[in-house]
């Protein structure tokens, strides 16, 4: 599945953000969804994971929980990342990527199709 993120933008702490992960392929329901960001000098992480269908199984790092939600509409092959009450820690690039394996997994090998993210910078 290739996607495309965009939504990310400039707003400061407290603010909200909505994230959209666009698919073209029409095998988009198929496949488990999952958000992560990549931050200057750091590795890839987790954000959220959402199971194939709308309204499915959603999982959640800690550090965005209570503050972040996951949805999808599969109609519309897209997947949203509403990102409310924004840190400067969640300063990062966003990606969305596609779930590859059986196991419900969030580590970023276990997902492809990753696009080309979406700078979020929150300020202080």
């Known amino acids: 599945v290739q996607v495309a993120e965009s939504g990310g933008g400039l707003v400061q702490a407290g603010g909200s953000l909505r994230l959209s992960c666009a698919a073209s392929e029409p095998t988009f329901s198929s496949y488990s969804m999952g958000w992560f960001r990549q931050a200057p000098g750091?590795?890839?992480?987790?954000v959220a994971r959402i199971s194939s269908?709308?309204?499915?199984?959603?999982?959640?790092?800690?550090s965005v929980k209570?503050?972040?939600a996951?949805?999808?509409d599969n109609a519309k092959?897209?997947?949203?990342?509403q990102m409310n009450n924004l840190k400067p820690e969640?300063?990062?690039?966003?990606?969305?990527?596609?779930?590859?394996?059986?196991?419900?997994?969030?580590?970023?090998t276990d997902f492809d199709g990753w696009g080309q993210g979406?700078?979020?910078?929150?300020?202080s």
């Open 90 to 108: 969640d300063t990062a690039i966003y990606y969305c990527a596609a779930a590859v394996s059986v196991v419900w997994s969030i580590r970023p």
């Open 53 to 62: 269908w709308n309204g499915g199984t959603t999982t959640y790092a800690d």
């Open 42 to 46: 750091k590795e890839r992480e987790f």
């Open 77 to 81: 092959k897209t997947v949203y990342l």
């Open 66 to 68: 209570g503050r972040f």
């Open 118 to 123: 979406t700078q979020v910078t929150v300020s």
């Open 70 to 72: 996951i949805s999808r």
